[in-house]
């Protein structure tokens, strides 16, 4: 347990968890193990390799239990991520809980129908598939 928090409460894996296609570097911010008041920047090309700047900040953490980022600048009108994670027998388990919402009105909505809500998908499966290879799969 205390090893996926600590591999998980570090902001520099992120860009071990996120895929290549994402163009995704941190800019600054993930010196240090996630606090409250935290603020990390990215910048991300997920798209036909246009850049986008993301401002994040850790407005929770609850050490080896949960932590939430929030946008503070960045491509949603509106982002909440929550991490849960929680030991289980024979393992730990993460849950995320993300609540997000595209600017641009109807545009946006149809941009989610389009492809958003599929490439939000892909990356937490990435995810799920990167740290079942450095923790092991749940048996």
């Known amino acids: ?5 600590d591999f998980l409460s570090d902001p520099k894996n992120l860009k071990t968890i996120t895929p290549d296609y994402m163009g995704f570097d941190i800019l ?23 850049p986008f700047r993301w401002v994040t900040e ?3 953490v609850e050490k080896g239990h ?3 980022d929030e946008q503070r600048f960045g491509p949603y009108t509106f982002w909440h991520h929550k991490h849960f994670i929680k030991e ?3 393992g730990v388990q993460m849950t995320d809980i993300v609540d997000y919402k595209l600017p641009l009105g109807f545009l946006g ?3 989610h129908w389009l492809f958003v809500k599929k490439k939000v998908k892909s990356i937490f499966d990435y ?3 990167k740290l079942e290879s450095i923790f092991g799969k749940y048996k």
């Open 127 to 129: 995810r799920e598939q």
């Open 109 to 111: 909505r149809f941009a």
């Open 66 to 68: 949960y932590f939430v």
């Open 28 to 50: 600054s911010g993930a010196d240090r193990k996630m606090f409250p008041g935290q603020i990390i920047q990215y910048i991300l090309t997920p798209i036909l390799g246009i």
């Open 58 to 60: 850790i407005t929770h």
């Open 1 to 5: 347990m205390e090893k996926a928090w």
């Open 88 to 90: 289980i027998p024979n």
